[in-house]
């Protein structure tokens, strides 16, 4: 019964592949993210996306691309890996953009990303 | 561009103590959501607490809460009794409140959910 997860948990690969990172709620939300947590613990949003409407962090490089083949997955394609990409990448959704006053994200476990 | 610090890398308490975690945060919104999120060694990311900035009243879930001070942007966590499983990385959030819509919101878009760089609660026995 796990709200948010994602696969894979780990993911070790070389420099200049494209790899994948799936996630999936079942909490019913209508938007789901991807954060990006480097080395240093830093938390950087990366993506928002619900049913209708795509919201990129501007500093993200288009290597990167969520996919979304319905409103309970969020899928990450990287193309092309770079040693900087190494990092723990969270998923998460919410009900809403602002729905109600809640605003409650609820995250998944993270994948842990080794780029070598 | 809104701002979160929290300024105490490591600290740590002994058990059945009150420790309090510092936030500030900088914005120039006057509607907000602050949010108080633990990770503990397993790495997953769980809420503790949140803060509608209309809301006067400090928000408090069991053995936490929170003093919220909006005018000087001030947003400081609180844990009493505590205990080994507090043991964590404590990551202070600000969210924005403005509903997505226009460039002005996608092209800031970075700013609207920012994270504290984490401080690191070491619970002693």
């Known amino acids: 019964d796990t709200a948010v997860s994602q696969t894979p948990k780990y993911l070790v690969t070389q420099m200049g592949n494209d790899k994948s990172i799936k996630c999936e709620q079942n909490?019913?939300?209508?938007?789901m993210y991807w954060y990006k947590q480097d080395s240093k613990k830093f938390l950087k949003i990366m993506f928002s996306?619900?049913?209708?409407?795509?919201?990129i962090n501007e500093t993200v490089p288009n290597r990167f691309s969520p996919k979304s083949p319905d409103k309970a997955h969020l899928n990450l394609h990287i193309n092309s890996l770079e040693l900087g990409d190494s990092a723990v990448y969270f998923c998460?959704?919410?009900?809403?953009?602002?729905?109600?006053?809640?605003?409650?994200?609820?995250f998944g476990p993270g994948t842990r990303l080794t780029v070598l | 561009a809104q701002t979160v610090t929290q300024s105490q890398p490591e600290m740590s308490v002994q058990e059945a103590e009150t420790v309090t975690l510092s936030c500030t945060y900088d914005?120039?919104?006057?509607?907000?959501?602050l949010f108080w999120y633990k990770q503990p060694p397993s790495r997953q990311m769980i809420l503790v607490i949140r803060?509608?900035?209309?809301?006067?009243q400090n928000a408090t879930e069991n053995r936490f809460s929170v003093n919220f001070q909006k005018a000087a942007k001030s947003f400081s966590l609180k844990i009493s009794d505590s205990q080994l499983g507090d043991a964590a990385m404590y990551f202070c959030?600000?969210?924005?409140?403005?509903?997505?819509?226009?460039?002005?919101?996608?092209?800031?878009?970075?700013?609207?959910?920012?994270f504290g760089p984490g401080t690191r609660l070491s619970v002693l026995p």
């Open positions: 998460a959704s919410s009900q809403g953009w602002t729905s109600g006053r809640r605003n409650e994200q609820f």
């Open positions: 909490l019913g939300h209508d938007t």
């Open positions: 996306y619900n049913n209708k409407e795509l919201i």
């Open positions: 914005t120039s919104e006057s509607d907000y959501y």
């Open positions: 803060q509608e900035a209309y809301k006067q």
């Open positions: 959030a600000y969210r924005s409140a403005t509903t997505p819509s226009g460039a002005h919101y996608r092209d800031n878009y970075g700013q609207n959910f920012v």
